[in-house]
């Protein structure tokens, strides 16, 4: 994923976040973390390796990294990260917009920044079929959707619940 100067606060929140949860083999010193935020600050890190890495250091064992073609983790699922969508064509919410899901193969953990409420949103969705062609995801954030009342997904409360499904 590029990242350009208008999105790199996003990076930052995300990383700020992420930086918690990452297995602390990977941050051995205090000191790494104010690298990291720095780095993060100017861009310079992607974000959904640091996603990566700290939903499979929390899933309790469940899965492991793999990073191929058309998935991220040993049991098929793929980390998307996103940040809330608020176009004025959106009407007054924002949208969760999860794209690049033509070739997965399991489920998604979605993880999504609303910036306008300065908080995560954290949703499994294992069912997409039906907009496979379209190669997006699109649902109302905080609202009612298939993609988070339980038919085709759910939301969850906290990142390590997340993780651990």
Not at 16 to 26: C, D, F, G, S, T
Not at 88 to 107: C, D, P
Not at 112 to 134: K, Q
């Amino acid at each position: 994923m590029a990242t350009t100067d208008a999105t790199v606060v996003f990076d930052v929140a995300f990383i700020n976040e992420l930086v918690q949860h990452l297995p602390a083999h990977l941050i051995s010193d205090p000191k790494q973390v104010d690298t990291i935020k720095y780095l993060a600050k100017h861009g310079l890190l992607q974000r959904d390796r640091f996603y990566e890495f700290a939903l499979a250091g929390n899933s309790k064992g469940k899965y492991a990294m793999c990073s191929e073609d058309a998935r991220d983790f040993t049991d098929d699922s793929d980390a998307k990260s996103v940040t809330v969508n608020y176009r004025e064509s959106n009407g007054s919410g924002g949208k969760v917009l999860v794209t690049g899901i033509g070739n997965k193969v399991g489920a998604l953990r979605v993880m999504a920044y609303d910036p306008a409420a300065e908080n995560f949103h954290y949703y499994f969705i294992f069912d997409y079929e039906s907009v496979r062609d379209y190669g997006r995801i699109e649902f109302p954030v905080g609202g009612n959707s298939k993609y988070n009342n339980g038919e085709c997904g759910f939301e969850l409360n906290t990142f390590n619940e997340l993780a651990e499904m």
